[in-house]
């Protein structure tokens, strides 16, 4: 199909897993940014605006702090 003047072509996102684990509390969230690593909706260990190798987001990703 091509492209015309009204139509443009989008990347699709891909939607991340969802979640896992259950939402961490908000101290929880405050110590892993200072520490410099969060963890993932399924447990994994990733940076805070990381995502881990099954596709999770970190959490301060999926609550919309980053």
């Known amino acids: 199909m091509a492209i ?3 139509e443009t072509a989008r990347p699709r996102k891909k939607r991340a897993p969802e979640p896992i ?5 908000i101290e929880d ?11 993932a909706t399924d447990g994994c260990c990733v940076e805070p605006d990381g995502i881990c190798m099954h596709g999770h987001e970190s959490w301060l990703l999926r609550l919309g702090y980053i």
């Open 4 to 6: 015309t003047g009204t």
């Open 21 to 25: 684990m259950e939402a961490p509390e």
């Open 29 to 39: 969230l405050m110590a892993w940014e200072m520490e410099g690593y969060c963890e």
